[in-house]
């Protein structure tokens, strides 16, 4: 539509509006910008769509990747105390799964050694009677074990607060695997000694003692675990023992030698569980997502959504949905999703079983039946398990370069680029043509503007020559004109 003026108001003197008149000018022309606006929206919000559904893939690759990974959670092994209160254990990948029977006869213990209680208290010295050096000898690791010497001399270390302080810095120093502290009660104060350690390496003793007035209480502790697996008798310096069991540390919390306990080692179906749980999770997130984008409205009523027509999307839903599809042979008919009991539903998500339908199990059931033909289904030493095939195809599909979606993105990207070059100049153009059709317009404006007065010193010209006639006559009447012929 054109720009209509009103010339009654224009010749009155009032002009023309001119930023109005350039904006209706400028609006026609600025149409082409509004849809490349509209372009940029539409690369944003796919961009942010194919983002989320890389970053869904990402998870889908690291939960598939747990699936295949031969030391991960589909071989990890569990170990079952029958009474924890007495032992505990947690096994490795690589134990064997079996039940063993341990008696805990004792449990390993760390030395003490504490002297009869000095009623003077610890800042008393301890020397004998006219004494000024006295000798103690403390022997750790039992009867073959090292003994240091431990020269008491007065005023350094003769009460027994800096004997505690002496003996501490001394182990620390020299690696005496002793701690030393001063203990009171009513009756007076101790010097009570502690092996680091536990079993028979903690073992104290005192060898000598020498000019002082104290007295050392016979040795505790400093003995090795006592046990039995399966029969057959062990010792172990701590109560945390390894090699007993191939792939398998047990912790030791109690003795009780009449109370053997039943330890089962087998395949951890927690964490199995787990791991295909946030497999199906994540799949389903994936393939959920996908979905969004072909759910259109027959009636038109609203648009499409983005990336309804993105052809990779096809084609990564279609590649996901075939990896999901993957089978095997043999392995005892564990050959696909649905032989273990989780089910490919309508919309291509997936259902772990927990309800067995008729002639089928649950996956717990499966798991529980047979752990290596499942194992074996999802990965194997050929590299031809479902989880393997399925990482393989996800490495593709995230690739940062060739990945269909980041392809997309870098696409996008490219042509947001371009677009914002193209909005740039047109704006910088539509500003300069602004510029100079205000120019123009304010030019004409003031013309407008001044015609009533032009018009009126034109009028007032004509009627003082109309007034004092033509050719300078005054008064009598008006010349007649001849032509002249």
């Known amino acids: 539509m054109g720009i209509s003026l009103n010339p009654s108001t224009i010749l009155s003197g009032q002009g023309i509006d001119v930023n109005s008149i350039v904006q209706r000018i400028i609006s026609g022309q600025s149409g ?65 799964a079996g039940t063993h029977q341990i008696v805990v006869t004792s449990l390993a213990t760390a030395g003490t050694l504490y002297t009869d209680p000095i009623a003077a208290g610890p800042d008393a010295s301890f020397l004998a ?13 039992g009867a073959s074990g090292t003994v240091h010497d431990i020269v008491i001399t007065q005023g350094s270390n003769d009460t027994l607060n800096t004997l505690a302080k002496y003996i501490n810095t001394q182990s620390t120093a020299n690696n005496w695997g002793v701690t030393a502290s001063v203990v009171s009660d009513p009756n007076g104060s101790r010097l009570a000694l502690f092996s680091q350690s536990t079993g028979n390496g903690g073992a104290l003793a005192i060898v000598n003692n020498s000019n002082t007035t104290l007295t050392f209480d016979a040795p505790v502790g400093g003995a090795n675990a006592i046990l039995t697996i399966d029969g057959v008798p062990f010792s172990s310096s701590s109560n945390t023992v390894t090699g007993a069991i191939q792939g398998v540390t047990l912790s030791l919390a109690s003795q009780s030698p009449a109370n053997p306990v039943q330890l089962t080692v087998g395949p951890d179906t927690n964490q199995i569980t787990n791991a295909v749980n946030n497999f199906v999770s994540a799949y389903n997130t994936v393939v959920s997502t996908i979905n969004t984008q072909y759910v259109v409205d027959p009636t038109g009523a609203t648009p499409p959504p983005p990336l309804e ?20 042979g043999g392995n005892g008919g564990l050959v696909n999703l649905a032989s273990l009991g989780i089910n490919l539903n309508n919309d291509g998500t997936l259902t772990v079983g ?20 499942v194992l074996n289904f999802f990965q194997n030493a050929s590299g031809t398990g479902f989880a ?96 002249g012929l």
């Open 32 to 96: 082409q910008l509004s849809v490349w606006q509209g372009q940029l929206t539409n690369f944003a919000t796919q961009d942010g769509l194919l983002a989320g559904i890389n970053n869904n893939l990402t998870n889908l690759q690291t939960a598939v990747a747990a699936l295949a990974d031969p030391t991960g959670a589909l071989t990890a092994q569990a170990a079952i105390s029958s009474q924890s209160g007495i032992v505990t254990a947690t096994a490795q990948s690589g134990a064997i």
């Open 388 to 483: 393997n095939n399925f990482n393989t195809d996800l490495t593709s599909l995230t690739d940062p370069t060739l990945g269909p979606l980041n392809v997309d993105l870098t696409q996008n990207n490219a042509e947001q680029k371009d677009l914002t070059t193209a909005i740039t100049n047109f704006e910088t153009n539509l500003t300069s043509e602004q510029l100079q059709l205000t120019t123009q317009y304010e030019a004409v404006n003031a013309s407008l503007q001044s015609y009533p007065l032009l018009l009126q010193a034109i009028t007032e010209t004509l009627g003082s020559l109309s007034t004092s006639g033509i050719g300078g006559a005054s008064g009598g009447s008006n010349p007649t004109l001849s032509s």
């Open 309 to 328: 027509a993105d052809i990779s999307l096809r084609s990564l839903q279609s590649r996901i949905l075939t990896d999901a599809s993957y089978a095997i």
């Open 129 to 141: 009677t006219g004494q000024t050096n006295g000798d103690v000898q403390l022997q750790v690791g």
């Open 354 to 373: 927990s309800t067995p339908a008729p002639d089928s199990q649950t996956f717990a059931q499966v798991l529980a039946a047979n752990p290596s033909a």
